[in-house]
């Protein structure tokens, strides 16, 4: 019961409300609106990503389109299944490009537009991380002037008090325990997944290269 109590003395709705309010404001002028929605929208594959999973899958997926360009051309690649949206997208270019530095030319952009969008998610949970402690010490000073200013009057001390301590917690716990975590985790997915990705393309650009040779040409026009 003692724990419970003193639970719910931390607990201030006002004082969180306007904290999340103001750590909104501050992400939203520096991110933009935007990378705000990308950042909230990043909060499910936070959980559910499992970027290795995703990475056997690709391998498994690659060997079965290296065969099919094998038996029957760069053409026909995107026959290919996967439930990756990226790795089917590949596949289609693949099959679609009638140069190989028009795919190359996709893929180098497509990874570099994937890095931008993740590392604006991650920008504005770091904006938050970074935020948060000055909001705090913003309310605690406020709280320290309003206990300095009610000295005649020890029924108002105890509030501003409050105020005082509670906002610098606030800032400490969604600046360490929050923001801090969700952007390195968001940083984590982002890099293992851009690695997967980038092994994805060299492999692709490599089974181009080898059936754009002028023998393979000619195999494949022998056995079709």
């Not at 056997?56 to 038996?71: G, N, T, Y």
């Not at 679609?96 to 795919?103: A, K, T, W």
């Not at 997967?196 to 059936?211: F, S, T, Y």
Request: glycine residues 6%; proline residues 4%.
């Amino acid at each position: 019961m003692r724990m419970i109590a003193m639970a719910s003395q931390l607990f201030d709705p006002l004082t969180l409300g306007v904290m999340i309010a103001g750590l909104v404001l501050v992400a939203l002028f520096q991110n933009g609106f935007s990378a705000m929605g990308r950042a909230l929208a990043a909060l499910r594959p936070l959980v559910a990503a499992d970027p290795l999973r995703d990475r056997d899958a690709a391998r498994r997926a690659m060997l079965k389109i290296d065969q099919v360009a094998q038996l029957r051309g760069l053409s026909c690649t995107d026959r290919v299944k996967t439930a990756n949206p990226f790795l089917a997208e590949a596949a289609r270019k693949l099959a679609n490009s009638d140069r190989i530095e028009h795919f190359e030319l996709w893929a180098r952009e497509s990874l570099a537009d994937r890095a931008q969008r993740h590392g604006a998610a991650r920008n504005v949970w770091l904006s938050i991380a970074d935020a948060a402690p000055a909001l705090g010490m913003i309310g605690t000073i406020v709280g320290l002037i309003g206990m300095f200013a009610a000295m005649d009057d020890p029924a108002k001390m105890g509030p501003a008090m409050a105020l005082a301590l509670l906002t610098t917690l606030y800032g400490v716990v969604i600046a360490n325990i929050l923001a801090a975590p969700v952007a390195q985790r968001l940083s984590d997915l982002s890099e293992a997944e851009l690695a997967w990705q980038q092994e994805v393309i060299e492999r692709m650009l490599a089974i181009a290269r080898r059936e754009n040779a002028p023998a393979r040409r000619a195999a494949i026009r022998e056995v079709a």
